[in-house]
């Protein structure tokens, strides 16, 4: 009983949770979500709407955010840290999104316990969408059409395990032709994206949680630093606009754990050069290729520079 000098007052139990809080939200965002990547994948298909196009779409992706976030969670479960289920947003807008989504994510309710926790959780999410992600991968190459160039297509850069997949899986793309992916290829692409994005080592990204587990207090400097070279990937194209002002928010100074002490562990350190590996497979610097050349021809702001 809690102990105010003169006044005592009885503990108060709170009510549990609600299922709507426990599970509810992330079920409905989930079917929404699977809603909206099934529609934007549908009105993306070949010669219109295309209800196969549409949960092929969904299938791959979902596949790949679900073992992202649920590699986290079951990690952080196993370290007795208190978090969410996943929250996936929905994002069905086939304007500006040609997925539908824009991605999950799971909150840590509860503190880490120790290095060895954070880093756990950080680098299983990555690691176990990159894993998924990789069979969606082969099956997206061999549903790929080989296909002349056309005018005014989107063009997305090539990560390297794509390229070696696609050797593996077609072989050598005839000379003026390029591979042109359907639902799956593009879900594993997107995947992939994700992965990558989630790996830099900036702030409270799953990259920033994997540095910190190593470099504790130096991890801020890492993070600043690849903060701004995500800046300066702007040169690229505008596509790393967006990102680079993400990934310069979430780059604030990491928190400590309770026991920053612990030691990680040479096991620890041999998966974190995996997820090294895993990020150098995964990152393209150009993901849709425009340049600001292209984006600048013929437009009143081109005419106005010049």
């Known amino acids: 009983m809690p102990d105010y000098g003169w006044l005592r007052l009885p503990p108060v139990a709170l009510?549990?949770?609600?299922?709507?809080?426990?599970?509810?939200?992330?079920?409905?965002?989930?079917?929404?979500t699977a809603a909206s990547v099934f529609w934007?994948?549908?009105?993306?298909?070949?010669g219109g709407f295309s209800v196969s196009d549409g949960v092929r779409l969904m299938l791959g992706l979902?596949?790949?955010?679900?073992?992202?976030?649920?590699?986290?969670?079951?990690?952080?479960?196993?370290?007795?840290?208190?978090?969410?289920?996943p929250f996936f947003v929905p994002f069905p807008l086939p304007f500006f999104s040609f997925v539908g989504t824009l991605g999950a994510f799971i909150r840590i309710r509860g503190p880490i316990p120790n290095r060895r926790a954070l880093f756990d959780i950080g680098v299983a999410g990555p690691l176990a969408g990159f894993v998924v992600a990789l069979p969606v991968l082969w099956l997206g190459i061999r549903e790929a059409t080989v296909r002349p160039p056309t005018p005014g297509g989107i063009s997305l850069g090539t990560p390297l395990v794509f390229s070696w997949f696609e050797s593996?899986?077609?072989?050598?793309?005839?000379?003026?032709?390029?591979?042109?992916?359907?639902?799956?290829?593009?879900?594993?692409?997107?995947?992939?994206l994700v992965t990558a994005l989630n790996l830099m080592p900036i702030g409270q990204l799953d990259g920033g949680h994997v540095t910190y587990s190593f470099f504790r207090e130096r991890a801020h400097h890492i993070s600043r630093i690849a903060s701004w070279v995500c800046v300066a990937l702007i040169y690229f194209g505008p596509s790393w606009i967006l990102w680079a002002v993400l990934m310069r928010v979430l780059g604030r100074r990491h928190p400590p754990t309770r026991d920053d002490?612990?030691?990680?562990?040479?096991?620890?350190?041999?998966?974190?050069?995996?997820?090294?590996?895993?990020?150098?497979?995964?990152?393209v610097p150009d993901p849709i290729v425009v340049s600001w050349h292209e984006l600048l021809q013929d437009t009143p702001l081109r005419r106005f520079l010049l």
């Open 15 to 32: 009510p549990p949770p609600t299922a709507w809080k426990r599970w509810g939200r992330n079920l409905a965002l989930f079917l929404l």
């Open 40 to 46: 934007v994948g549908a009105l993306h298909g070949e």
């Open 168 to 192: 593996l899986a077609r072989g050598p793309v005839p000379e003026g032709m390029n591979l042109v992916i359907g639902p799956l290829g593009l879900a594993a692409w997107f995947g992939l």
């Open 261 to 283: 002490a612990a030691p990680v562990g040479a096991a620890r350190v041999a998966v974190g050069v995996a997820s090294l590996v895993v990020f150098v497979l995964c990152f």
């Open 62 to 85: 979902l596949s790949i955010l679900a073992a992202h976030e649920m590699g986290h969670y079951v990690a952080a479960r196993l370290h007795k840290v208190d978090v969410t289920l």
